[in-house]
T-cell receptor
Framework: DADVTQTPRNRITKTGKRIMLECSQT?????MYWYRQDPGLGLRLIYY???????NKGEISDGYSVSRQAQAKFSLSLESAIPNQTALYFC???????????????FGAGSRLTVL | AQSVAQPEDQVNVAEGNPLTVKCTYS??????LFWYVQYPNRGLQFLLK??????LVKGSYGFEAEFNKSQTSFHLKKPSALVSDSALYFC?????????????FGSGTKLNVKP
């Protein structure tokens, strides 16, 4: 099984619908992230969480919300999806800096979202 | 503000030739620098990192990168390219502050290795 699992892998929805992307990890990492990938723009940070009680906005948080249900689970929601949220979404994890290898991100396989 | 620039959208190289994928960065404090690779329909995979020490860092699949502080660059290199190296490559930087684990990514460079 993958260390970081994202569901769904692909989703097509309509404008105005609520969408949730889920992420779970077996790495035991405290830190989790949601990124968005658009062609030519690379990865942009949406939200990040350093532990269950810590949620922080990233560069492009408008129109998104997150929930850290447990150390291993971090979900991303689009309350009312719009077409310019069509993108590839990645969940990632990392350990805290005090642990060897802490600087490395482990990514899920991605969730491709299309908003019509 | 932290930022990463990858000036080339695409790099084309013949199999067996050396390859270079360029990256420059801007960060406050000491930089922590990374390269990731993305194969089609896959998430990003870690290749190598520079935290401190030797400016030449060796990573997975025969890749290496050279940290140049004066030029604020961290170019990815490989002496002999393989067709299987064709993928999308991302440079990333994080702030060197101890407890701040936030990463910034470049826009990506598509590497095409032709037989």
């Amino acid at each position: 099984d993958a260390d970081v699992t994202q569901t769904p892998r692909n989703r097509i929805t309509k404008t105005g619908k609520r969408i949730m992307l889920e992420c779970s990890q077996t790495k035991g990492h405290d830190r989790m992230y949601w990124y968005r990938q658009d062609p030519g723009l690379g990865l942009r940070l949406i939200y990040y969480s350093f532990d269950v009680k810590d949620i922080n906005k990233g560069e492009i948080s408008d129109g998104y919300s997150v929930s850290r249900q447990a150390q291993a689970k971090f979900s991303l929601s689009l309350e009312s999806a719009i077409p310019n949220q069509t993108a590839l979404y990645f969940c990632a994890t990392s350990a805290a800096p005090s642990i060897t290898g802490a600087n490395v991100l482990t990514f899920g396989a991605g969730s491709r979202l299309t908003v019509l | 503000a932290q930022s990463v620039a990858q000036p080339e959208d695409q790099v084309n190289v013949a199999e067996g030739n050396p390859l270079t994928v360029k990256c420059t960065y801007s960060v406050s404090g000491n930089p922590y620098l990374f390269w990731y690779v993305q194969y089609p329909n896959r998430g990003l995979q870690f290749l190598l990192k520079y935290i401190t020490g030797d400016n030449l860092v060796k990573g997975s699949y025969g890749f290496e990168a050279e940290f140049n502080k004066s030029q604020t660059s961290f170019h990815l290199k490989k002496p002999s390219a393989l067709v299987s190296d064709s993928a999308l490559y991302f440079c990333a930087v994080r702030d060197g502050s101890y407890n701040f684990n936030k990463f910034y990514f470049g826009s990506g460079t598509k590497l095409n290795v032709k037989p």
